[in-house]
């Protein structure tokens, strides 16, 4: 069983910023796909930000793009999700998710979740 755990998340002022960590351990990944998700309350889940082991691209959402950025370590065994510039609705439970499998990687099908790290920004 692969274990993923996201830290990082808090209370920050619009504007500010946070860096959200997703560390993997139980089991050597040599090549695998990892997305951020979050979910705020009474919404439903939502893609944030993936990134392709396979062909190396980044996708995000239309929400988040040019103020998110999702990269990994060389290791491969953590990713990150640098925020900037955040707002108010950007508040949410931010999940990592994993796969070792070729999957459309802004959807579900990922086969490792993480716990979830709370986001929080006033205005």
């Known amino acids: 069983q692969v274990q993923l755990v996201e830290s990082g998340g808090g209370l920050v002022q619009a504007g500010g910023s946070l860096r959200l960590s997703c560390a993997a351990s139980?089991?050597?990944?040599?090549?695998?796909?990892m997305g951020w998700f979050r979910q705020a309350p009474g919404k439903e889940r939502e893609f944030v930000a993936a990134?392709?082991?396979?062909?190396?691209?980044?996708y995000y959402a239309d929400s988040v793009k040019g103020r998110f950025a999702i990269s990994r370590e060389n290791a491969k065994t953590t990713v990150y999700l640098q925020m900037n510039s955040l707002k108010p609705e950007d508040t949410a439970v931010y999940y990592c998710a994993a796969t070792a499998r070729i999957i459309n990687v802004k959807t579900f099908e990922y086969d490792y979740w993480g716990q979830g790290t709370q986001v929080t920004v006033s205005s």
């Open positions: 139980g089991r050597a990944f040599s090549d695998y796909s």
């Open positions: 990134i392709s082991w396979l062909t190396g691209r980044t």
